[in-house]
């Protein structure tokens, strides 16, 4: 008989955080209806693993240095808007 290996052992951690940052992490929780430990921990694993593809790296590199850009029309855009 197999037994199945578990990859979603949590570890416990401590970290020393402001308490302005911690009473805004349970605000920001609450609005989203989680706890504040499952809060913290996907927002960190946002920021661990969600990296932009290639194309995606290429386009913010080319918007940093102001490459391939065209003016915007903001008229144009809210008379297509009001068409909708």
Same mark, same amino acid.
């Given at each position: 008989?197999?037994?199945?290996?578990?990859? *979603?052992?949590?570890?416990?951690?401590?970290?020393?955080?402001?308490?302005d940052?911690?009473?805004r992490?349970?605000?920001?929780?609450?609005?989203d209806?989680?706890?504040?430990?499952n809060?913290?921990?996907?927002?960190?694993?946002?920021?661990?693993? *969600?990296?932009?593809?290639?194309?995606?790296?290429?386009?913010?590199?080319?918007?940093?240095?102001?490459?391939?850009? *065209? *003016?915007?029309?903001?008229?144009?855009?809210?008379?297509?808007v009001?068409?909708l």
């Amino acid at each position: 008989m197999e037994t199945a290996v578990r990859t *979603d052992i949590k570890k416990p951690t401590a970290f020393r955080l402001s308490t302005d940052l911690v009473n805004r992490l349970k605000v920001l929780a609450k609005k989203d209806n989680r706890s504040l430990n499952n809060y913290v921990e996907n927002v960190l694993m946002a920021v661990a693993y *969600d990296e932009p593809n290639e194309t995606t790296k290429a386009a913010i590199k080319e918007a940093k240095e102001g490459k391939n850009l *065209d *003016d915007f029309d903001f008229e144009a855009f809210k008379k297509y808007v009001a068409s909708l």
